[in-house]
């Protein structure tokens, strides 16, 4: 059987699972920052070999476990996005939603199971692509929701195949409140704008791989897709070009694929120097 080695998509080929130690882990951190009471819930919403199941299990409270193609006794066959969960708020104090989530292309399989999640549960704690460390991508989470931990997973935490893989992920836990969470205003660039290849830029920004985070003079042969074009409103001495190319983007590194510095994450720093 082919593997996937990009990313961590579950598909008909590949089946992802989460080491009983990482569960484990994830179920002890959950512990620490939520306190399950007799008459509350737990759905693990892709349940897929059972390695959450038992950790689950020590939390009290009901538990439900689904997953498309079971493949333990304890998990129904359900296609949680599917899932009619009217009864369930009826009959339970609190939900609690736990897993490791399908992530789909760029995510969005990830933010489908978020959104249907949220839309009924008071937690939802998932094992996330690490690009969801990013303001940008916790937008998914309505503004009711606030960030409660959130934590790297160890390396070597899935199984593919029998074999040890391993995918840079995060494991968050998201609690419902009844006011929404401060959200980061949208920045304005300052001394510069965001320009098209044809409309004579001063630089080309390398937004996505290896070299994220770089910037060139000669943009003839740089692409559209891999790069930001700026254009300044004045002119970029030495100096300023230098000083520039030096800023480290930290937040590159968060995510599955090749890194990726998104538009706000350059202007947060741009902004900060005054050129």
Not at 4 to 11: K, Y
Not at 93 to 106: T, Y
Request: glycine share 4%; aromatic share 12%.
């Amino acid at each position: 059987m082919k593997k996937q080695t990009v990313g961590l998509q579950r598909n008909t080929i590949d089946k992802y699972y989460t080491n009983q130690h990482t569960a484990q882990y994830c179920i002890d951190k959950l512990r620490e920052v939520i306190s399950c009471e007799k008459n509350d819930l737990l759905i693990e919403p892709s349940a897929g070999n059972g390695s959450f199941i038992n950790p689950i299990k020590t939390l009290g409270g009901d538990c439900l476990f689904y997953d498309l193609q079971p493949e333990h006794d304890e998990i129904k066959e359900q296609n949680y996005l599917d899932l009619n969960t009217d009864t369930l708020c009826k009959q339970y104090n609190h939900i609690h939603v736990i897993g490791n989530p399908p992530f789909g292309r760029q995510s969005s399989l990830a933010i489908k199971f978020i959104k249907k999640s949220c839309d009924f549960s008071n937690t939802v704690s998932f094992i996330l692509p690490k690009s969801f460390k990013k303001e940008s991508m916790q937008k998914h989470f309505p503004p009711l929701f606030h960030l409660m931990y959130e934590g790297d997973i160890p390396e070597n935490s899935f199984i593919v195949n029998n074999s040890v893989y391993n995918v840079p992920c995060v494991f968050q836990i998201w609690g419902k409140k009844t006011t929404e969470r401060s959200m980061p205003p949208k920045l304005i660039p300052q001394h510069y704008q965001f320009v098209k290849k044809n409309e004579a830029p001063d630089i080309a920004f390398r937004r996505v791989g290896v070299y994220a985070g770089k910037i060139y003079k000669q943009i003839e042969d740089k692409s559209e897709q891999s790069h930001y074009f700026l254009k300044f409103d004045k002119q970029l001495s030495e100096i300023g070009f230098a000083e520039l190319n030096n800023i480290e983007f930290e937040s590159k590194n968060n995510t599955v694929g090749p890194r990726s510095i998104s538009k706000q994450e350059l202007i947060q720093s741009y902004n900060s120097i005054h050129i």
